[in-house]
């Protein structure tokens, strides 16, 4: 199971793209509002997702999270005690977990990202904690993925699609979405 977090002001090309492209791996994911059934996106597309926060389970068949940019969307998902709660469980139970654009400073100020690599979006490095930062636009170490934006979130699904199911299917799924 991945859970992907929605959150008022989301963006929404950082949520949906990793969305359909986990879902064409037929990887088991669910939309999870951030105080809503609805969430509107940081460009005004309003999503009914699949569960609320309040109905998430953590247990041992969450494979990983992901957490989506935009503003105000990120803080309003650091602030939401199920995603802590969510970004926790992953941590202490070694499960994936991926953060693009502003979201990978959640993270950072966890600490989570002391003494890894990863990227983030551009004005945002400081918020890393003691990450090393790339300029890559995804970039994986260990249980985390991060990876800068909207750009780069075609990349960031495929990345996830290749650490869920494998390198293969990710490969097939770039072909088949025109990506090279």
């Given at each position: 199971?991945?859970?992907?977090?929605?959150?008022?002001?989301?963006?929404?090309?950082?949520?949906?793209?990793?969305v359909d492209i986990l879902r064409r791996a037929d990887v088991d994911v669910k939309t999870v509002g951030?105080?809503?059934?609805?969430?509107?996106?940081?460009?005004?597309?309003?999503v009914i997702t699949d569960l609320d926060a309040n109905e998430i389970e953590l247990n041992e068949n969450?494979?990983?999270?992901?957490?989506?940019?935009?503003?105000?969307?990120?803080?309003?998902?650091?602030?939401?005690?199920?995603?802590?709660?969510?970004?926790?469980?992953?941590?202490?139970?070694?499960?994936?977990?991926?953060?693009?654009?502003?979201?990978?400073?959640?993270?950072?100020?966890?600490?989570?990202?002391?003494?890894?690599?990863?990227?983030?979006?551009?004005?945002?490095?400081?918020?890393?904690?003691?990450?090393?930062?790339?300029?890559?636009?995804?970039?994986?170490?260990?249980?985390?993925?991060?990876?800068?934006?909207?750009?780069?979130?075609?990349?960031?699904?495929?990345?996830?699609?290749?650490?869920?199911?494998?390198?293969?299917?990710?490969?097939?799924?770039?072909?088949?979405?025109?990506?090279?």
């Open positions: 199971m991945v859970y992907v977090f929605l959150a008022n002001g989301f963006e929404e090309v950082e949520a949906l793209a990793p951030v105080g809503s059934e609805i969430i509107r996106g940081a460009h005004g597309i309003p969450i494979e990983m999270i992901v957490l989506p940019g935009g503003m105000p969307g990120t803080v309003n998902l650091e602030k939401n005690e199920n995603v802590q709660k969510a970004i926790d469980y992953c941590i202490d139970n070694n499960k994936y977990i991926s953060a693009i654009c502003a979201a990978p400073s959640i993270l950072g100020h966890k600490g989570i990202l002391d003494g890894k690599t990863a990227t983030c979006f551009p004005g945002f490095e400081k918020e890393l904690g003691m990450a090393n930062y790339s300029h890559e636009l995804v970039v994986n170490d260990g249980k985390i993925t991060t990876a800068r934006g909207a750009g780069a979130a075609i990349k960031f699904g495929l990345k996830l699609v290749e650490l869920l199911v494998s390198k293969e299917k990710s490969e097939a799924l770039e072909a088949s979405l025109q990506c090279i």
